[in-house]
């Protein structure tokens, strides 16, 4: 049995994968508007960095779908921002998000009075939807040449299939690596609140027979000790100028931990999850409701009216980690140099 996929377009429908449910329930829930799309990104309905861009693509489809009277006379850009406007504000941190909103405002662009644009955002969302397999194979290809003999590994959060297109970024690593021979286990912290390695990450590596042993995060120190991962493998969800790399919250803690213990660090993520405009220091940190920490679905396990602090990511300074690895290859000890100039490569490639 093989993950479900995470977002299906069907019959001009999107139809997301309910991840707050899962693994209990395997539910997907149809969208028609970008409303709908941006408060299914906001609550956690679809996570992840890729997908959430791929889900906002979707969204300003559906918008332009739902415009009936056409571009008017203003143009679709001017119809469309409403739509574009909720989308943008679904979630600040996934970069991911912005790039896929930017990719449509080229083909609003390019189509800004026909009729036909509608068809071309279904066209481009399905493009991006295709093609983050195929670059997340190619990461988990690239990641994988790192392990070169059977290892234990850590990973964090879910930078899986359900994260993605497909295959994913981090569990793409392992998913090739495993392929390889390379992986003998995988420890899945639980990340807290949203308990995505819980739920999700253990799942779908069972689901493709990859030993995972789930633990709190509060054990990463001591199974690092104690097992000696070769790697820490995480995903991103904004990648800065200078190497820096935003991602769930806890990922700080276990690059110090892994830094301690010997242990290498490694960041997979697509080239549209780098944001070469910003150092780490200026990426928006998402503050979610302090009812995820003090509750428990609708149980509270705090007091009443107790102060939450409740950021979804930490920044993770460049030189705690040992790679970053993209679909164009790998960079070892990123710094802002080497950041910049797999970047030019990376749009390099793609352009010829
Ligand atoms: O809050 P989430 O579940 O959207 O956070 C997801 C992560 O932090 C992932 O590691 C990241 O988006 C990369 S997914 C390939």
């Known amino acids: 049995m093989s993950t479900p996929e995470a977002i299906l377009w069907r019959d001009n429908r999107l139809h997301l994968l309910d991840q707050r449910i899962l693994p209990g329930e395997v539910t997907y829930l149809p969208y028609r508007d970008a409303a709908g799309v941006a408060a299914a990104i906001k609550d956690m309905v679809v996570r ?58 080229d083909t609003i662009a390019r189509h800004n009075t026909s009729t036909a644009l509608p068809r071309h955002l279904i066209e481009l ?11 997340n194979r190619r990461i988990g290809d690239h990641g994988a040449t790192l392990l070169d003999h059977p290892q234990q590994v850590y990973t964090h959060c879910n930078a899986g299939a359900l994260a993605t297109g497909g295959y994913g970024t981090a569990l793409g690593v392992i998913r090739s690596a495993f392929r390889d021979g390379n992986i003998t286990g995988v420890f899945a912290g ?69 830094r301690h213990h010997g242990v290498k660090f490694m960041v997979a993520a697509p080239i549209s999850t780098f944001d070469g405009e910003i150092d780490g220091d200026a990426i928006p940190i998402e503050q979610r409701p302090a009812t995820e920490i003090s509750h ?31 679909e164009h290859g790998v960079i070892r000890s990123p710094t802002r140099d080497k950041v910049l100039a797999h970047l030019a490569a990376a749009r390099q490639e793609t352009d010829q």
């Open 48 to 105: 992840g960095a890729p997908a959430i861009g791929i889900s906002a693509a979707y969204g300003m489809a559906l918008a332009a779908l739902a415009a009936s009277e056409g571009p008017g006379e203003a143009g679709w850009q001017a119809t469309l921002a409403p739509a574009r406007h909720l989308l943008a504000e679904s979630r600040p941190t996934a970069v991911n998000l912005f790039w896929a909103l930017a990719r449509c405002d």
């Open 125 to 135: 969302a399905q493009r991006l939807h295709r093609e983050d397999l195929d670059i």
């Open 190 to 258: 639980e990340t807290r609140p949203w308990l995505q390695g819980a739920r999700l990450t253990s799942w779908e590596l069972m689901q493709d027979n990859i030993p995972v042993t789930l633990a709190i995060e509060g054990a990463a120190a001591q199974l690092m000790r104690q097992h000696k991962p070769g790697w820490v493998i995480v995903g991103a969800d904004r990648i800065a100028a200078n190497g820096d790399v935003a991602n769930k919250i806890g990922t700080y803690n276990l690059a110090i931990i892994a």
């Open 296 to 326: 428990q679905g609708d149980r509270p396990i705090a007091p009443e009216g107790v102060n939450c602090s409740n950021p979804a990511f930490d920044v993770t300074p460049a030189e705690l980690v040992d790679a970053i690895v993209t």
